[in-house]
């Protein structure tokens, strides 16, 4: 039996998708194209009544030029973070240090402490913090495997080495956390002009960072899984508070975690003058008196919080006094 031929006609040409015919364009200087389509839109003027799901200033583009209460940028591991970041930003890095998955920097840290703990390193032991939420070394240096994290989140967040300070917190297991603060750096004049970024990286066992708005009380959670780094900028520490949320007792048996901070000056930060990041906020929340208060260890000769004092170290604070 003979095959039978099909002729194509216009029918065949209509089943193409639309997507195999190619868009014209029309070149401008340089490697830009601009589509050439037919735009309907006529003046690209806002019907200036409510609707009945948006109001009348949410219809105006100008409202929308406002700088945000807090904005979230994402960076890869693999590949350099470029674009800058403005003191309302928060960066997240899934997997920065390792694939959520793999444990094994969180175990290998804890143990080379320990070593270092039972080679009797006193800087090394255990100290409680603020009431015992979670303890802290003093002498994370004795774990190559932390310096080797500290190396690679300088690197990645483009920070002054001369600027960096950082803690070693250990939440034992699920039954510790962190209390709403802010980092010192939102109020101390001894800081300004040398940490403009906190950095936090997260190793073991995942929590939950909460940060609280101090004006309205806005709640914002950010899982914090193993592996994953996480920053933020100075007018985030000002304005909001942020710590670690607490878990219910059915859940403090679960794997500890390690936190380590960081705080310094980064080459990302932006200008906070540039339009296209909106002016700086007004009306900043109003600095903590008590951080200008004189350090009493200072003025008796010798302050053994160093650098790391939230205190003033300089008789000429406006608030001069002991008590």
């Avoid at 806002?46 to 700088?67: H, I």
């Avoid at 979670?134 to 004795?142: G, M, N, Q, S």
């Avoid at 936090?200 to 914090?224: D, K």
Wanted: proline share 6%.
């Amino acid at each position: 039996m003979a095959a039978m031929e099909l002729e194509s006609g216009p029918a065949d040409a209509e089943l193409q998708s639309p997507a195999a015919a190619p868009m014209p364009f029309h070149h401008k200087e340089g490697p830009d194209l601009v589509p050439a389509v037919e735009d309907p839109r006529k003046g690209r003027q806002y019907r200036k009544a409510d609707g009945l799901n948006t109001r009348l200033e949410d219809r105006d583009p100008q409202s929308t030029m406002v700088p945000p209460a807090l904005r979230v940028q994402v960076g890869l591991p693999h590949r350099g973070f470029t674009r800058p970041l403005t003191g309302d930003d928060v960066l997240v890095v899934p997997e920065l240090l390792c694939d959520q998955d793999d444990l094994s920097l969180y175990h290998k840290m804890v143990e080379e402490i320990h070593v270092a703990q039972a080679e009797g390193s006193k800087e090394a032991k255990w100290a409680s913090w603020k009431d015992g939420c979670h303890l802290i070394t003093k002498a994370p240096e004795c774990s190559a495997t932390y310096c080797d994290v500290v190396a690679r989140v300088i690197s990645y967040f483009k920070i002054l080495e001369p600027s960096v300070y950082s803690r070693f917190n250990w939440y034992v297991n699920g039954a510790d956390w962190k209390p709403l603060h802010h980092d010192t750096a939102a109020f101390s004049q001894r800081r300004l002009g040398k940490q403009n970024i906190t950095v936090g990286v997260s190793l073991g066992g995942e929590r939950e960072l909460a940060f609280r708005h101090v004006q309205h009380g806005t709640l914002a959670y950010f899982p914090q899984v193993n592996g994953m780094a996480f920053s933020f900028g100075r007018r985030i520490n000002m304005n909001w508070k942020h710590g670690i949320n607490a878990l219910p007792p059915e859940k403090h048996n679960q794997l500890g975690r390690i936190s380590i901070i960081l705080w310094g000056w980064t080459e990302l930060a932006a200008e906070e003058e540039d339009a296209e990041f909106g002016e700086a906020v007004e009306g900043e929340v109003l600095k903590a008196e008590a951080f200008h208060r004189v350090c009493k260890q200072y003025q008796k000769g010798k302050c053994t919080y160093g650098d790391r004092c939230k205190f003033t170290h300089s008789m000429d604070s406006p608030i001069a006094s002991i008590g």
